[in-house]
């Protein structure tokens, strides 16, 4: 699955630039935010907490030539946290996440450079890059996830935007002492709400 979802992002990223216009203008900027996680196990015998952890980063934005529509791709350091309920494990896990993102901006009564709403949904693939290493269980070097959300654009420069991810593939399995034991998969499930400066 980590191959599968490696090819995904590339192929993805491939399309991306194909597809990119050459009048079109790329715009920077500086990514901040909060992520609160939650780990949603395929079994009812482990439980999860929400925790609150946090992401930032540079994000690329451009506006395609059809009204409104737009792709926003960024690369982020995030940092997630979560804790079982009975308090036997917890989780500290950094990632470098690429959120791919397809963006509709909607022009309010000619307000568009004041203030502007907008949603968005994309891919999201994280890389992780290190962890508190927990006895019970392994974490996956890679996954995906996906994002649907919601914003608004200030003064052409300022997004204030939330969002939510669904993780497709499994963040993390529990380790078999035995093979008695049933295995136990966790898939990341979050909300972020960042802010990003666009130059």
Known sequence: MDKIAHRYTLATLLVMLLAFPAQARLRMGLTGGVAVNELHFDRTIVDANHRAGFTGGIT??????????GIEASLLYTHRNNALSDGSETFER????????ARLQFNILGLKKLIAPYVFTGPNFAFLFHDNEPTNYDNSKTYASWDVGAGVELISHLRVAASYGIGFTKAMKS??????QP???GKDRYWTITATWLF
Do not use: I, K, N
């Open 60 to 69: 690329a934005d451009l506006p395609l030539p059809v009204m409104g529509l």
């Open 94 to 101: 950094d990632y470098l996440e690429v959120p791919l993102h």
């Open 175 to 180: 380790v078999q002492l035995d093979y008695q």
């Open 183 to 185: 295995e136990v998969q």
